[in-house]
């Protein structure tokens, strides 16, 4: 790590910390004594209070500090800070807690006291045991063995003998569940890279490396495999569906995902991250669906949960503000009620200003792109492309392709609505390049560059006909499984409608909105 990393680190340490975690540290460092004490404590004070790392505006407001003891200062000051974490964050996480009395056993061992760290070592990996901290567990039984052999007794031998038959049978069982998160983390990085199957070709790469794996535990017994193997298992079917745009199965996975966790309620704090996001794939399933009761029902459910992971912090509670924000999102879109979706963006945009530099790059570019599109249906052109920027100034090919074409896509109607057309053309062939060069061109794509290169020639009065006759070229698409994947984050057809009839796109929006509503309630 640079020098400059490590003087950025305790800074970037102290900036994350919660006014809680702050005060905590105060009392926490108020119980130390000596100057070299006071000293990184002052330290703290000032680093707390600068909003731009300066070295040598500290040095000239802390006099008491030299230069050259600076560096040490500062390790010693993460290290503390890092404690003071630990000792108010293992009352909220068994993972800690699990540590804490491992590390307790260790040090009672150390003493002397054999019987003791033999029940300390006991209630670890109890705890680790019920969890299903597997890799912990396993890495217990080196001081069980250790206990049992300077404290022979029936009991110890027996807990001794016991561990290493339970190690014997976990490797099995780890296995299995080694083999499901790869599995899992593999269907999740085709979901980063390209979004949805684009053609029958990516449908058949991905049965071809994903199916024959997943189709392997058709004929399993779910009931016997572990918490953390069926975890593992719907999660994959989870994605694996979602990729391919069976939203209902996927629809399905994610229910038992969230059921799974329901079942065990004690997980929710151990596997905190992994539950949030079974709820956000469950709420993206339903909105790509439009099973709006159903979604805001999940929604209202998800909400009224939320406020047991604010105590866990601060990644669980980013996470859980970044689910709310894209599914009040969402149902603004759904609704068209696009003036509370400005109303949100304002949150939204000081949310990731705070947090903006934590979060994945997936998840920011899903956040900028939904505002941008939000700002475009309320007819902010100059909002909307300062999101898309972001989104457009990614490149890299790893991360969502799909939002990158899209982006570039909308950035053109954009262009168009503000009559910036003097270098339209030009914009159009920049925009057709890369999507060609992400491979992501696809006949409904075709038609919406086809009309774009027309523009310069078709005069005023026969551009009502052009939207027309691009809005029924579209219309024919959105039955396609491959080409509708589109209109999932740009509603082309809406947009040409409201060029066509001079209604607004919320309206439109609205009244779509309302007859689906009728439809569902008709059915029933």
Request: charged fraction near 25%.
């Amino acid at each position: 790590m640079l020098a400059s990393e490590k003087r950025e680190a305790v800074f970037e340490l102290i900036h994350s910390l919660t006014k809680a975690e702050k005060r905590n540290f105060k009392l926490f460092a108020g119980r130390l004594s000596g100057n070299h004490s006071s000293k990184f404590l002052l330290l703290f004070t000032a680093l707390e209070s600068m909003e731009e790392y300066d070295e040598e505006r500290l040095l000239a407001r802390c006099p008491e500090l030299s230069k050259v003891q600076l560096p040490n200062l500062k390790a010693h000051l993460y290290r503390q800070i890092l404690k003071s974490l630990r000792m108010l964050g293992v009352q909220h996480s068994t993972l800690l807690q699990i540590q804490e009395q491992a590390d307790f056993a260790r040090i009672l061992y150390d003493k002397g006291l054999y019987s003791h760290a033999g029940r300390m070592v006991e209630r670890a990996a109890a705890l680790a045991e019920r969890t299903e901290q597997y890799p912990v567990l396993m890495g217990l039984t080196p001081l069980q063995r250790a206990v049992s052999v300077v404290n022979i007794s029936a009991d110890m031998v027996a807990v001794a003998d016991g561990a290493i038959r339970r190690d014997e049978q976990l490797w099995h069982k780890m296995e299995n569940i080694n083999h499901l998160s790869k599995l899992s983390v593999r269907c999740y990085d085709l979901h980063q890279q390209l979004g949805y199957a684009r053609s029958q070709k990516d449908l058949d790469l991905l049965s071809w490396r994903l199916g024959p794996e997943l189709a392997h535990y058709d004929g399993v017994d779910e009931r016997k495999l572990s918490f953390s193997e069926r975890f593992y298992l719907y999660q994959s079917r989870a994605w694996f569906h979602y990729i391919r745009h069976g939203f209902a199965f996927s629809y399905r996975y994610a229910r038992k995902w969230i059921a799974l966790f329901d079942e065990r309620p004690e997980m929710k704090e151990v596997m905190y991250e992994a539950y949030l996001k079974g709820y956000s794939q469950l709420l993206d399933g339903l909105y790509l669906m439009r099973r709006y009761s159903l979604f805001c029902g999940a929604l209202e459910a998800f909400e009224e949960e939320s406020a047991m992971f604010a105590s866990i912090g601060t990644n669980a509670d980013m996470l859980v503000s970044q689910i709310l924000f894209t599914g009040h999102l969402n149902k603004c879109m759904m609704e068209g009620n696009f003036k509370e979706g400005l109303w949100l963006t304002k949150r939204i945009d000081s949310y990731l200003r705070r947090y903006g530099e934590r979060l994945t790059t997936n998840e920011r570019m899903v956040l900028d792109y939904k505002i941008g599109y939000t700002y475009f249906c309320d007819g902010n052109y100059e909002k909307c492309r300062t999101h898309l920027a972001r989104v457009i100034a990614v490149r890299d090919p790893r991360q969502r392709r799909d939002l990158q074409c899209y982006a570039r896509m909308l950035n053109l109607i954009v262009l168009y609505e503000q009559g910036a057309d003097f270098n339209l053309d030009q914009q159009v062939r920049s925009v057709y390049s890369f999507i060609v060069k992400m491979r992501d061109m696809s006949e409904m794509k075709q038609d919406f560059f086809r009309f774009f290169k027309s523009l310069g020639t078709v005069g005023a009065g026969s551009m009502k006909g052009e939207f027309k006759r691009l809005y029924d070229d579209l219309l024919a698409h959105t039955t396609r499984p491959y080409e509708r994947r589109t209109f999932y984050y740009l509603d082309l057809p809406v947009w040409l409608e409201s060029k066509i009839t001079g209604r607004s796109i919320g309206e439109i929006t609205r009244t779509n909105f309302e007859q689906r509503l009728r439809k569902g309630r008709n059915r029933t």
